[in-house]
Every structure is written in C-alpha cells, then in structure tokens.
C-alpha cells in the first residue's frame, strides 16, 4: 500500500481519467481502469470489497428500475411511426412561415422528448424525417442542421428523463421532483430556439424561404384532423405518466412501467406493432441500459475511490475558496461541467462529479433542485461541443448523403444553439422559480 496526499491523489485520478479519453479507450474501461489501480496501490486487495458493495448498492436502487422502462417506452414510440405524422401535420401548419419548418423541427423534438428521452432516437428521427424536407426547400443547410441538434437534445432534459432519473438518486433528490422542475426550463430552451430562428430568418429570408401555397393547399378541417390524431395520443401518455407523478398517485418507476405499456398500445393502435418490432424494442432497450449499467459500476468505483482517498475535499475546498463568494463557487462548478462536456459522455460526467458537487449545494446556500436543474440544463451543451457531441455526430451518421451535409454546416448550425443555453441558464438565475415553482406545488 502506498500512501499519497488527497492533492497528488486528485491529480492522478483525473490525469489519468483525461489522459485515457483523449488516447481513445472507452469511457468505461478508463473509469473503471484508473480506479482500479489508484484503489489497489492505496488500499491493497480489500479494495474489491469496496467495488462489490458500490455495484450491489446501485444495481439494487429501485428508482433506476425506471430508467430502462422510459428508454422502453421511447423506442417504441419510436416505432410507432407518430414523428412522421406530426411531421406532416406540423410541416402544413408552419410551412408558409420563414423558417416555419425549421420551427416545427424544435417543436417536434420538443414533443418528442417528452415521449423518446433517448438522444440518438431523437437526432436520427429527425435527420430523417425533418431534414430532406427543409434542404429541399431551400434551407440553409447549417440552419437546418442546428435546428435538428438542438429540438433532439431537448430530449434529455425534458421529462421523463434518463438523465434526471440517474441524477436522483446520486443527488439524495426526488426524481419526481426533478421530473417537475425540468419542464419549465425545457420549454424555456425550446422557445428560445424557435425565437432565434424566427427572428433570424427575418433578417435573413434567404436562409429559410417559406412553402409556396400550393404544397399547402389542404383544407382546413383535414390540417385539424391530421394534428389533432397526430398530437393528442402522445400528449394523453405524457400527461398520464408526469400527471401521476404530480399528483402523487405513483412513483417515478410505478409512472414508467404504465408509459412503457401504453406505448406498446398506441404501436398497436397506428399498426405498427410486430413481434419483430417487440424483441427489436427489448433488444435495443438491453442494450442502452446495458451501457448505462455499465459505465455507472466503473464510475462509482470512480468515486467511491476519490472520495475515499480524500479527493472530494479537495474539489470542495478548490471551489469554495474561489473568488466571489457563493456565486463564483456556483460559476466554477457550471465552467468545469461546460468544460467536461467537450471531452466526456454525460454519464461520465454525471456518475463522476454529483456525489462529489451535491453536498456543495446547501454549503452554498442553493436550493438542491435548483442548483441539480443548473447542471442538467448545463449539460445541454455537451451534446453540441465537439470533440465529443453526440448531436453532431448522430445526425452526420443518418443524414442522407444526397443532402451534402457537412460536419462544418453541422457545427456552424449548433453553435447560436450553444449560446441560447447559456442564455437559458441565465434566465435560470436570474428567475429561480423557472425551476422551483411546479416542484413546490406538487402533491406530496
């Protein structure tokens, strides 16, 4: 056993953990890898003790139950052919606007993050639905690349969510909580981006050009009729699974289990179900949920080594001793997130820094839904920030090659995006009850 300072620990810890991203090993092999050897070099063989009881503690946490079962239920919805649908109707409703479909692709992804919360599903279902349409017309190939990135990634923040049902637990927080205070700041950046895109597609027309009448020459009734059959099942599922939650009629993992079975029904409903459809559902679901598993076991090895070995004081003292008091501590703490998402999967980040950054939050004086919302919405960009921005990524892998999109109008298209998060974390500030005001009225 060797005995090292906290400060030479905290070095070596994340060293190596940047070191072993930046080479290219999985996230999860150098999780896993760097607390491996730090632990045993530290402690010797009964560090094996400690990573079996950090992997029988988060594999027996009940609320995680509602993770694969969300996941469930936004690949079947997935399935169940209601993106293309509400595309269409969405497409004859906003067409004649400047940038009216660029506006209904966030709108889309707005709906959809309420029913898929998976950000691949979201990004490719937009990329192949949303994006032929607007490059067709004339759109500005970045626009429109943005404007997909930006409605898919709603999907993680806004409930129910994966991201939020594994940041509960680590957090000691309430996921139905969590679920509440996310709505508000979800819709909030989904309003922001549809305001950036409207305004400038009207300082700019020529980026957006609007649907000539005759492609939307429908009557009226049937544009009704096509939103309303498109809208309204979705909607109902949504409302059923957070309604309940609100209400205090089920748990978060009782809500989950309903929305998955629902969103079988509705596959069934729009006759799209399939046994093929079924076991690719379960297959894709394993296999999501797998990973998850995965990467949470080597990160909370991760962490119970660190903060073990007394790393966690560390961070704490660095961030309370910046300068600024409680609100530069707070801008620490969302810099280093910004920071890491350029270079970690958010479940790397998530797993790594919540056991170590939670109990900042009452030190300093912050509501702990407010400032775990702050997180949340923060890790928005991460989709969006290369190196490692899925966003970018996903929609570069489906995006149909007869379409010339680039990784350059991709990134061109996210960045006022990125900027518009930002946007919305200051509002965040600046309003708290943003995020604190539906928590506080739930049933209890």
Known sequence: MTTLSPELISIIMFGGLLAGVLIGFPLAAVIGGVALIVGYFA??????????????????SYVIL????????????????????????????????????????????????????????????????????????????????????????????IPPSIMLVIYGPMAEI??????????????????LYCSYIAVRCLVEPDLAPAVPPQDRAVPFGKKMTMLLTSLVPPTVLVLAVL????LGIAPPTEAAAVGASAAVILTIAYRKFSYRALRDTAWE?????????????????????????????????????????????????????????????????LFIIVPIISPLAPALGFD?????????????????????AYAIFFLRGVAPPELGI???????????????????????????????????????
């Open 43 to 60: 402690w010797g063989g009964p560090v094996t003790d400690l990573f079996y009881s950090r992997m029988y503690e988060l594999v027996r």
């Open 66 to 157: 509602a993770a694969p079962l969300f996941i469930f239920m936004g690949l079947a919805m997935e399935r169940s052919g209601i993106a293309e649908k509400l595309y269409d109707a969405l497409y004859l409703w906003l067409g004649g606007l400047r940038g009216g479909l660029a506006i209904g692709t966030v709108l889309l992804g707005t709906i959809l993050a309420a029913c898929v919360g998976v950000i691949g599903a979201s990004v490719s279902m937009l990329a192949l639905i949303a994006l032929p349409p607007m490059v067709k017309r004339g759109y500005s190939k970045s626009i429109a690349s943005g404007a997909v990135c930006a409605g898919g990634t709603l999907g993680i923040l």
């Open 174 to 191: 309430s996921v139905g909580k969590l679920f509440m205070a996310a709505i508000f700041p979800g819709f909030l950046l989904s309003g």
């Open 243 to 246: 309604g309940s939650i609100f």
């Open 285 to 349: 679901t394993l296999r999501i949920i797998s990973k998850v598993i995965f990467i949470a076991v080597c990160a909370y090895m991760f962490t119970g080594i660190f903060l073990g070995l007394g790393g966690g004081n560390v961070v704490r003292d660095l961030i309370l001793a910046t300068p600024g008091g409680r609100w530069g501590s707070f801008a620490a703490v969302m810099f280093m997130v910004f920071i890491l998402g350029f270079i970690l999967d958010w479940l790397g980040i």
């Open 368 to 388: 702990p839904i407010w400032f775990a919302m702050m997180v949340c919405v923060n890790l928005q960009t991460s989709f969006m920030t290369p190196p490692l």
């Open 406 to 444: 680039t990784t350059a109008h991709i990134v061109r298209g996210v960045m006022p995006f990125v900027v518009l998060i930002l946007v919305g974390l200051a509002l965040c500030i600046s309003f708290p009850q943003i995020i604190l005001w539906l928590p506080g009225m739930m049933i209890k």
